[in-house]
């Protein structure tokens, strides 16, 4: 074999070689997204386990107000079936959109019947509702950080597999953008709150 010869034959093996290292770290990316999306899925499980008791504890207290309870009953069904969606795919941009949407839905009704519970001081004093409540709060807390370490590995994957020249192995290799987990959606949710007195 000659010079030319050779010397193809070893940039043909450093392209190789490049080329299966851009396909590795992709798939480490990828598998970061999907383990991200597993912490945010245990927090969310956590929320859809605890609505139940929240509403149970709610509804004796509550009679008068039966849509609230069971908006947050539907909004709860809705967001643990878009849940187990994104679970089975959580690089897919529809399913982690109707997530959000859904999570958004739950969301805004417990924050109705939180505000129901405000006019209802033996509710609000109620041991149990209490302890809930915290519990809701923590676990908000804690699916906050989870989507936040969520997005920063999709950051990190949409990042490294939209770089030339990796941008040429994710393209061949039909690695598509992962997309963000946004807690909201319009402008309307992104607003702030208006107290007044």
Known sequence: MTQTGWAMLALLAVVLVWAVAAYNRLVVLRNRIANAFGQIDVQLKRRHDLV??????ARGYLKHEASTLQAVIQARAQAVGAADAARAAPGDA??????????????????????????????????????????????ENRLGF????????????????????????????????????????????????????
């Open 52 to 57: 139940p008791n929240l509403v149970e504890v």
């Open 94 to 139: 529809a399913r982690i959109g109707a997530l959000a949407q859904a999570e958004g839905l739950l969301g805004g009704s417990l924050g109705r019947l939180m505000v129901l519970t405000e006019n209802y001081p033996e509710l609000k004093a109620d041991a149990t509702m209490r302890q809930l409540s915290e519990e809701l709060t923590s676990t």
């Open 146 to 197: 989870a989507r936040q370490a969520f997005n920063d590995q999709v950051l990190d994957f949409n990042n490294a597999a939209t770089r030339s020249p990796a941008l040429i192995v994710a393209r061949l290799l039909g690695f598509a953008p992962a997309p963000m987990l946004e807690a909201t959606r319009s402008e309307a949710e992104r607003a702030a709150p208006q107290v007044r007195f």
